[in-house]
């Protein structure tokens, strides 16, 4: 009984072992992947942008490993910049879409990094433009103190000088011979003849004056203006005055005068 | 006119950064009986700015002609200026009229003392019987009542004398100060 008891337990056994054994494992190589073709597709371009970076932009060309199988126009690749801490800037591309495999068929494709980017510091462009600024120190206006200038003209000194105005001479004009009565004219005349001794034929009047009798230093008279130029003292002041004609001699120019008045 | 009669001259300089200024008083034939001038006067550059153009006139108008006039006891009968110093402020307490005289081109007047009104400050006067008539010109805001004042001393005086030959004489004068000795 129990050997068939133990049998039984043996086939039951050997027949769980049947059921739960594991499934045959076959290798998927050469059947699920397929070797990868190479082939350049187009350029990332790739292009630095911020405020403060003056980009310079360059192209970086470079041969993107994918499995000519894995190319369709779903593939969108985008380039990004990075500026990072210090110097350093980084460029990439990220794939952000692409069908890498369809039914029945396992592929993978391995997108390399791109190289640098070609950048410069801005910095030496900007270096003529850096301003500086330096705090100035506040107006002390609690403290300043006002000054008055004398901006009055202050009266002048005077002087007096009758001297000096006497060395002037003083220019006197002649008299407007036409408006002496004749009867007048007529005694100069002869007082002339009487004083120069001169044939009156012989005399051109040319000029009445009256001058002062007290006071004359110089007597001159000036033929192109017909002035009489006199210099006289301070005695002249209240000196009285007297008439002098003054003729010119048609024989040889020569200027003769006289007082006419009768004293 | 009388024999008293006492004309002043009053003329004033610029001679490089200086002003002086002198005074001519003449009888009434023109012989000098008087003659103040001031010692020159240089304004600071901060008068010079701070006065600016009126710096010329104050000083003719006002500083120099006040100085020499407080040297002068008795006030003259008539106060001849040049005619460009006219626009200074003339201190109004001169006590006298104050003007301008020029020979003029112009035809004789008809008689000795007529006038010809030119404008409200001029005025041409015939002094003597024939000849040119004066050119006077008052200053700014003298009333005609006050010009015909003055006029009638201008007659008075041009009868006697030349009244515009004291004023080259006056200037002549003031020059030989500045003249290097």
């Given amino acids: ?263 | 006119m009388s024999e008293e009669t006492r004309l002043a001259y009053y003329v004033a300089i610029k001679e490089s950064a200086s002003y002086l200024g002198g005074l001519l008083m003449t009888n009434a034939q023109g012989i000098p009986t008087d003659f103040r001038y001031t010692e020159p006067i240089t304004p600071t550059k901060l008068q010079s700015v701070l006065y600016g153009k009126a710096l010329e006139p104050h000083l003719k108008g006002e500083v120099i002609q006040k100085a020499l006039m407080k040297e002068i006891k008795t006030p003259p009968d008539l106060m001849f200026v040049q005619a460009s110093d006219l626009v200074a402020d003339f201190a109004a307490d001169t006590n006298c009229p104050i003007l301008a005289v020029q020979r003029s081109q112009e035809a004789p007047l008809k008689e000795q003392g007529a006038i010809n009104r030119t404008s409200s400050r001029e005025v041409l006067v015939q002094v003597g019987e024939g000849g040119h008539p004066l050119r006077v010109i008052f200053p700014h805001g003298v009333a005609e009542p006050e010009q015909d004042a003055a006029l009638q001393k201008v007659v008075e005086a041009g009868y006697h004398m030349d009244l515009v030959e004291p004023m080259e004489r006056a200037l002549e004068a003031l020059r030989t100060l500045i003249q290097p000795k």
């Fill in chain 1, 1 to 263: 009984m129990l050997g068939r008891i133990r049998d039984t337990v043996g086939d039951v056994a050997e027949t769980i072992k049947r059921v739960f054994k594991g499934p045959k494992v076959h290798s998927a190589k050469g059947l699920f992947f397929r070797d990868p073709e190479y082939k350049t597709v187009s350029w990332l371009t790739a292009e630095t942008k911020g405020d403060v970076l003056i980009s310079q932009p360059s192209t970086v060309q470079q041969s993107l490993l994918v499995s000519v199988s894995a190319i369709n126009p779903d593939m969108k690749f985008v380039a990004k910049s990075f500026v990072e801490t210090g110097e350093v800037f980084r460029a990439e591309a990220s794939l952000v879409s692409v069908a890498l495999a369809w039914s029945g068929i396992v592929t993978s494709a391995d997108i390399p990094g791109l190289n640098s980017p070609q950048m410069k510091r801005v910095d030496e462009y900007f270096t003529t433009f850096k301003t500086k600024s330096f705090g100035l120190p506040p107006f002390d206006i609690k403290h300043g103190k006002t000054y008055k200038l004398a901006t009055r003209i202050s009266v002048p000194a005077c002087y007096r000088s009758l001297e000096r105005a006497m060395l002037v001479p003083i220019l006197l004009r002649s008299e407007d011979l036409e408006g002496v009565s004749k009867s007048l004219m007529m005694r100069y005349n002869l007082r002339l003849v009487k004083e120069t001794g001169e044939n009156i034929k012989n005399l051109e009047i040319i000029g009445l004056y009256q001058i002062p009798k007290k006071g004359l230093r110089s007597v001159k008279h000036d033929t192109t203006t017909g002035l009489l130029k006199i210099i006289v003292g301070p005695e002249a002041q209240n000196s009285p005055y007297c008439n002098v004609v003054v003729a010119r001699k048609k024989s040889n120019s020569a200027i003769v005068s006289c007082r006419v008045d009768e004293d």
